[in-house]
């Protein structure tokens, strides 16, 4: 694995072991304008890789140092996650740049090649469960939506990379839980996500911060139904990535 070097001077000091790999995309007009973002003192952004759309990999930050990309996230219960992770922007501009036609740009073969050699690499050098492999909508759920619904999260789980649930094979009929609910059902669920890992309190009412943990689920692993609600396939869903979590 070829890794070229463009060293950005925001870091610093860890205060925590690696145990999490945060994906992103850069969701900018071009690769240069983020890595140039990422190289500016003034944005106090950064990551530890960034994936071109031809394969390339730019290393920006050590691995042994604290990269600023995950801002205010959690996770298991746990923050500061930019102390206890590896940041890889992957370039693609995402819901921030679409296409012409209104569509989210597609992550070219090459690059998503480059991204699992990454992650192996990644993985080889630190202890991350399988659990903690995230995006960054997972660990921000309220203000972040990357790498996005167009991810090919399930071609990553193949190559041993993440968690991927098994749908299930009856669709029974039923009425998903919204916005407005309340009751054990909803703290249910709410329970299962926090299990997972997200950070929502269980409030037996299917709030605001709900549907977006919902709609974050959704994203990642349910990507061609985001509702915000969680219906049958949904809760099925979210209670095999608790039970693949094995929390």
């Not at 990553?156 to 609910?181: H, M, V």
């Not at 919902?214 to 990642?220: D, G, N, T």
């Not at 990507?223 to 693949?244: K, M, N, Y």
């Amino acid at each position: 694995m070829q890794v070229d070097l463009a060293p950005s001077p925001n870091f610093n000091d860890r205060k925590h072991a690696v145990d999490m790999l945060v994906l992103h995309y850069t969701g900018m007009d071009s690769a240069d304008a983020a890595l140039a973002r990422m190289r500016d003192p003034a944005s106090e952004v950064s990551a530890h890789y960034m994936v071109w759309e031809d394969g390339r990999i730019t290393q920006l930050v050590g691995e042994d140092k604290r990269a600023w990309h995950a801002g205010v996230s959690s996770w298991q219960g746990d923050n500061d996650l930019n102390s206890r992770s590896i940041g890889v922007e992957i370039v693609n501009g995402g819901h921030d740049v679409p296409l012409a036609v209104g569509s989210l740009p597609p992550y070219p073969d090459a690059q998503i090649d480059a991204v699992i050699t990454l992650c192996h690499s990644i993985l080889a050098n630190h202890g991350i469960p399988q659990a903690r492999i995230v995006a960054h909508s997972d660990i921000a759920p309220a203000r972040k939506t990357d790498p996005g619904e167009h991810f090919p999260w399930a071609r990553l789980a193949a190559s041993g990379i993440g968690l991927w649930p098994t749908a299930a094979n009856n669709q029974e009929s039923d009425t998903p839980l919204r916005a407005g609910d309340r009751g054990e059902a909803v703290s249910s669920l709410q329970e299962d996500l926090t299990a997972i890992g997200y950070g929502l309190s269980v409030t037996g009412t299917y709030d605001d911060a709900t549907g977006l943990t919902v709609l974050a689920f959704q994203r990642r692993w349910r990507p061609g139904h985001l509702s915000g609600e969680a219906d049958f396939q949904t809760r099925h869903l979210i209670r095999s990535v608790r039970d693949l979590s094995g929390r």
